[in-house]
């Protein structure tokens, strides 16, 4: 009984990824919007640095999206 449990939560689970990998694939696998048009970068209006006394660098390695990249900045 307990090997076809087993048996049976594996195969249920094996469905849930065939169909997530097929709905992937038909939108075309993007993670944030790969067929939609790149968002514009957003430009502050005070461009002093006297005004922002901090600043943090955070390395980001293996960004591909450009998307992603302009919704990070």
Do not use: W
Not at 49 to 62: R, S
């Amino acid at each position: 009984m307990n090997n076809f449990l087993i048996i049976l939560l594996l195969i249920i689970l094996l469905a849930f990824a065939v169909r997530r990998a097929l709905q992937k694939a038909r939108r075309g696998g993007g993670c944030c919007g790969e067929h939609e048009q790149t968002e514009a970068r957003r430009r502050v209006s005070d461009r002093n640095k006297a005004h922002y006394p901090y600043e943090i660098i955070i390395p980001v390695v293996g960004m591909t999206c450009e998307n992603c990249a302009v919704k990070l900045e």
